[in-house]
């Protein structure tokens, strides 16, 4: 033992992980048949039973029959498609998007799926039954017409929950880990006993715990037909190191997850079955492992104690899980797989952090988690750090390792604001010291909430542009109407419109949730989840149907830096300075600023105008069409209108932006956040719960911004809107210290669904030991001041030469050289080459 | 007396995150206005005390503002968090901030008084005396020593070395500030192991016979040569000497810093 409590040392990495994850990038991951098929066929045994016996019936017939695969090399197995990183279907979701994309899924450049002939028949097959019956058709039904218009004009978009199954959840994997699905299954028999046929909810609550004692034995026997196949294999296996590790897997599937685990070995095959099934039950993700450190240590610790266990077979064990969680995959439609690129589940595992009574439990598995990743090198897990005031000095350190080998991983969350955020949300003390994150960003405490995070995107900019145009867009009234800019006389009306624009979308963005919420409710209850959420069991409701103590609705706002800027522009040329009027401004908008229009503008004006002239009378063919396009494009290219944008554009340039710690304007960018989280906390949803906002986009905000036309920031159409609470890409000059000062300005407690603070650094911020240790002095700073998540990417060589391409997107770009002065993108060719070659070196500057 | 928190100086930038110019994260001001003409320099708009005009990017910059030491100091106290949490403070750059001795000594004073470590990159190139009037304010002298020998030290910067050696000597011997010594590699002019082992030897004399508590000398960084300057000579009309100069390998450098290392006794890094 060394300074530290901590047993840490690198533990290499073994040949077996290297040889996993080359299997299982083999090939293009494919999407298989057979659930689609099987769940169908239960479904049309089971017509007319309570829905939640159909779900638990169906989850077994699949788990009985869905075909098996142990990949080479596995030391813990259990895998829900056949091909390495396959995907099945969910057509009790959605299915249309599918069919329409199966010809061109194996194409598309985000997130491309293989798909056989066969598998395609087998599906189209079973969705014929499906019509009619699937969660997104219903919660269609349940909503406003002015919803769906809102939503056809790309105001919000519940696309996730809308299409496909919940996720975002974390379950008490500790449970099972301690008692088994057998011991659940006798919790859920006990329960069963005590229930009168008299009570009121009898009906409900013991159909539902029938179902919970279906769906533990279904897995039990999945378990089994694992603990079959590897002693089959083994039989056959002729290489007698295989075939003792296939035995060992056999003993493994043949004790967990029916039993409770008596060994490391045991926990980590008994986990992995938990995580794998629940998608395989819903489809949906970011159901989230969380505290893997904290559950999995008690069994970690006691193989050590006894000598059972070495810490380089601990760290392989946790390699291959590492690598498990890129075996599931999940194919989304074409427009959400470029929102979610990179075959990303977003399983957010997170290491570190206080228990109950605000201990810090940091542990030797919480090093050996980021050792895992930095082992793996992959995507999955989205893991996360904890961090507090006590989190010790070498676990953060070590976190900073990860961050330098350029993964993207690890995002640091700040206990300190994250833990009285939640409290202000209703959960114990207790609970919310106990808290991990779902996903992206989303914090909730385990095994007690459903917490619908990431329930919706809701671009910021969209009203704004309805403020222009009194609520119209496309000539359609999607919005309210607002009194014509023109006659506004002062910055408080514009910004009450704006925040009446606002305040509107937030509730048909609410109507919209809603209504899926309860089609969820309705049509795809989960009885295998809900026996792993407190308090579904005495209650007897499933987690959609209210089951969860804690209830939450978390849609997210991103575009909170480009309104800020735009509102702050606004105030100043408009209205303090009159060296602008919003007539102007309106101008430039709807000609984005003289820079050329989109495709996407020229036929939204068209079809504006068109409509207008319709209304009015007029009879619009072809050629009228054609004429009014010519004229659209024609006046956009007027040299008065490029004047007036020019103009405009140097205007708002010289106006201060967010991102710069200047705190007038970051207190104006707070203000700002308030408009899309302070309203939304007073909504509640079907499950009793609470909406709760988060500020941040995944990466929605470039093919939103797609969608978007130009903003009074100066943002021009079509580009993409600011990533999460982060400055405007180029807009903070300043460096990371004052974009950071900035963005913690703004109201991080009250955004308690989570906030998402990107910045990126040149290699040489973080060389050598004293680079760590500026970098965790920076995270510890920032988080002193309250923001809540930081996440950094290092730049890589093809960062810099994208930068040199297009430098205005780089402006806050910095590279740092002893006693020297200059901005990246500032510097001419051949010296950013110099920087790149630096950057190749890992020169410390 | 606030007086002091109102004497100008003229700048030509503040750089926050700056992560290799003393401990911790610090905030440089860049002082306007140099004795010397380094060949390398790669601020070669630090050189005039008078305001310029240079091209950055394509668009005209004007170079030089006159600040007083409290709107700096509100500046550099926007990023207290981070000294706080790393260590990290003020550093005066340039430029040679002795140039401006009045403006440097009240920069460093106002960030003592308000609690900040203070730091200063220089070569020494000044009367002691002004150099004496500092030191009560500087907890860490980054002290540049280029080369040994007068005459080459003359024709690369324009002045010779001898008064800065001495400066070396009795900045070592005051007993008032941490001291680092730091040693631009610049090819053509000191990168051979015999020069930089030179500059070296003069690091230990000066630990063993002059440093008194707590003037040890801490460290000797060699700095490799860069040419990220090169714009700015353009842009402000000038002509870089050092087109065809590559920057030192990386083994290079490593060479160089173990023959520093073991010709001083001292710890030697690449970088600052």
């Known amino acids: 033992m060394g300074l530290y409590q901590y047993e840490i040392t690198d533990i290499k990495k073994t040949e077996r992980i290297d040889r996993l994850i080359a299997n299982l990038f083999a090939k293009m991951p494919e999407i298989e048949s057979a659930r689609a098929r099987l769940i169908t066929e239960s479904y049309k045994e089971t017509e007319n039973e ?76 079973a969705d014929r039954y499906w ?84 769906s533990c034995d279904a897995v039990i026997n999945y378990a089994n037909r694992y603990a079959a196949l590897a002693k089959e294999l083994a039989g056959q296996c002729k290489d007698a190191a295989r075939r003792a590790e296939l035995l060992q897997i056999s003993e493994n599937c043949s004790k967990v997850p029916a039993k409770g685990a008596e060994s490391f070995y045991e926990a980590c095959q008994s986990f992995w079955f938990v995580q794998q099934l629940l998608q395989l039950e819903s489809s949906g993700h970011s159901i989230s492992p969380g505290r893997f450190d904290q559950y999995m240590y008690p069994y970690y610790e006691a193989d050590r104690k006894k000598g059972t266990l070495t810490k380089e077979f601990a760290q392989e064990l946790i390699d291959c899980i590492w690598v498990k969680l890129n075996d599931l995959n999940k194919c989304r439609d074409a427009a959400s797989a470029e929102g979610f690129a990179g075959y990303s589940l977003f399983q957010n595992l997170i290491a570190g952090g206080q228990n109950g009574d605000g201990v810090d439990v940091t542990n030797d598995l919480s090093f050996m988690t980021i050792q895992a990743s930095m082992h793996v090198q992959l995507p999955q897990p989205s893991f996360s750090v904890r961090v507090w005031n006590g989190t010790p ?104 419109a704006y925040k009446e624009q606002m305040n509107y979308m937030i509730k048909l963005l609410v109507n919209a949730d809603n209504a899926i919420d309860v089609a969820h409710a309705q049509r795809c209850p989960l009885p295998f989840l809900s026996c792993m959420v407190d308090d579904c069991m005495n209650r007897g409701l499933s987690v959609q149907e209210g089951g969860a103590i804690y209830n939450f609705t978390g849609p997210q706002g991103f575009g909170v830096a480009n309104m800020a800027d735009a509102l702050y522009a606004i105030k100043t040329l408009v209205f303090d300075e009159h060296k602008a009027t919003l007539k102007e401004f309106k101008e430039a908008m709807a000609t984005n600023y003289g820079k050329g229009l989109t495709r996407e503008m020229v036929g939204d004006m068209t079809a504006q105008i068109a409509t207008g002239l319709k209304a009015a009378g007029q009879t619009i063919g072809e050629k009228e069409i054609a004429a009014i396009m010519k004229t659209v494009i024609e006046t956009s290219e007027m040299p008065a209108v490029k004047e007036n944008g020019e103009r405009l554009l140097k205007l708002i340039g010289e106006v201060p932006k967010f991102g710069n710690d200047i705190p007038e304007v970051d207190a104006f960018a707070r203000d700002v956040a308030y408009t899309y989280t302070r309203p939304l906390q007073e909504y509640k949803n079907p499950r009793g719960g609470i909406f709760q906002a988060g500020l941040y986009p995944v990466s929605a905000n470039v093919p939103l911004g797609a969608q978007t036309g130009a903003t009074p920031d100066g943002r021009l159409a079509g580009t993409p809107v600011a990533d999460g609470v982060s400055p405007s890409a180029g807009k903070d000059v300043n460096g990371p210290t004052a974009a950071a000062n900035s963005v913690a300005r703004l109201d991080h407690y009250i955004a308690s669904n989570g906030t998402l603070f990107n910045q990126k650094f040149h290699p040489s911020a973080l060389s050598g030991r004293e680079g760590l240790e500026k970098f ?65 070196q890992g020169f410390g500057a | 007396m606030e007086d002091y928190k109102q004497t100008k100086g003229r700048i030509f930038d503040i750089q926050k995150f700056s992560i290799h110019d003393g401990d911790g994260i610090r905030t440089i001001v860049f002082l306007k ?139 070592a011997a005051s007993g008032q500030t941490r001291l680092s010594i730091r040693i631009p590699v610049i090819p053509t002019f000191n990168d051979t192991v015999e020069e930089i082992r030179a500059i070296a030897v003069y690091a230990k004399e000066l630990q063993n016979r002059y440093a008194k508590e707590p003037c040890n000398i801490e460290k000797i960084h060699l700095l490799p040569y860069h040419r990220l300057g090169q714009d700015k000579y353009e842009g402000l009309g000038r002509e870089y000497l050092m087109k065809d100069i590559l920057p030192p390998g990386t083994e290079h450098m490593e060479k160089l810093r173990q023959a520093a290392s073991q010709a001083s006794g001292l710890v030697c890094q690449i970088g600052g």
């Open chain 1, 776 to 840: 965790v002095a920076l995270i510890r700073a920032y988080f002193d001041q309250k923001g809540s998540h930081m996440q950094f990417n290092v730049v890589s060589r093809e960062t810099l030469l994208d930068a040199q391409k297009n430098p205005d997107k780089y402006k806050h770009l910095v590279v740092r050289v002893a006693g020297y002065s200059a901005l990246f993108t500032t510097l001419s060719r051949s010296l950013q080459d110099d920087i790149i070659n630096r950057t190749e």
């Open chain 1, 50 to 125: 309570p829905v939640i016996m159909r779900r638990a019936k169906a989850f077994a017939h699949i788990l009985e029959n869905i075909p098996i695969i142990i990949r080479d090399d596995e030391l813990v197995v259990g895998s829900s498609t056949i091909a390495p990183r396959g995907c099945q279907t969910y057509p009790e979701f959605s299915y249309e998007w599918l069919e329409a994309e199966f010809d061109t899924v194996a194409a598309r450049s985000a997130d491309p799926f293989y798909i056989s002939e066969e598998a395609k028949r087998e599906i189209r097959e």
């Open chain 1, 393 to 496: 000095h070498e676990f953060l350190i070590k976190a900073a390792e990860l961050t330098r080998t350029g993964v993207g991983l690890p995002a640091y969350y700040n206990d300190e604001v994250i833990i009285p955020a939640l409290i202000n949300r209703g959960l114990t003390l207790k609970d919310a010291r106990e808290y991990n994150i779902i996903g992206c960003v989303e914090p909730q405490k385990a095994g007690k909430t459903e917490g619908w995070h990431d329930a919706a995107f809701f671009n910021m900019c969209r009203p704004m542009e309805l403020v222009f145009s009194q609520g119209k867009d496309k000539g359609v009234q999607v919005g309210v109407v607002t009194k014509p800019v023109e006659e506004m006389k002062e910055f408080e009306e514009f910004y009450d």
């Open chain 2, 33 to 171: 206005g140099c004795v010397l003409r380094c060949r390398w320099c790669c601020n070669p708009e630090s050189q005039e005390y008078t305001i310029q005009t240079m091209t950055v990017a394509g668009e005209p910059k004007i170079i030089g503002r006159d600040v007083t030491v409290e709107e700096v100091m509100k500046t550099v106290e926007q990023d207290r968090p981070y000294y706080y949490r790393s260590g990290g403070g003020l550093t005066l750059s340039g430029g040679e901030s002795l140039c401006q001795p009045q403006f440097a000594r009240d920069l460093l004073r106002a960030a003592r008084e308000m609690g900040i470590n203070t730091a200063m990159e220089s070569m020494g190139c000044a009367k002691y005396e002004v150099i004496e009037s500092i030191l009560p304010y500087l907890d860490h002298y980054l002290l540049d020593i280029k080369h040994m020998n007068p005459a080459k030290h003359k024709e690369f910067t324009g002045r010779s070395n001898e008064l800065m050696l001495e400066n070396a000597k009795k900045i």
């Open chain 1, 131 to 214: 019509k009619g019956k699937t969660t997104s058709e219903l919660a269609t039904a349940y909503m406003e017409p002015e919803t769906l218009t809102a939503m056809e004009h790309n105001m919000f978009t519940p696309g996730n929950y809308f299409y496909n199954g919940v996720g975002h959840v974390t379950v008490q994997y500790e449970k099972v880990l301690a008692i088994g699905y057998e011991g659940i299954r006798a919790q859920a028999q006990e329960l069963l006993a005590k229930c009168d046929m008299g009570d009121g909810n009898y009906a409900r609550k013991a159909r539902f715990l029938q179902a919970v004692i279906i």
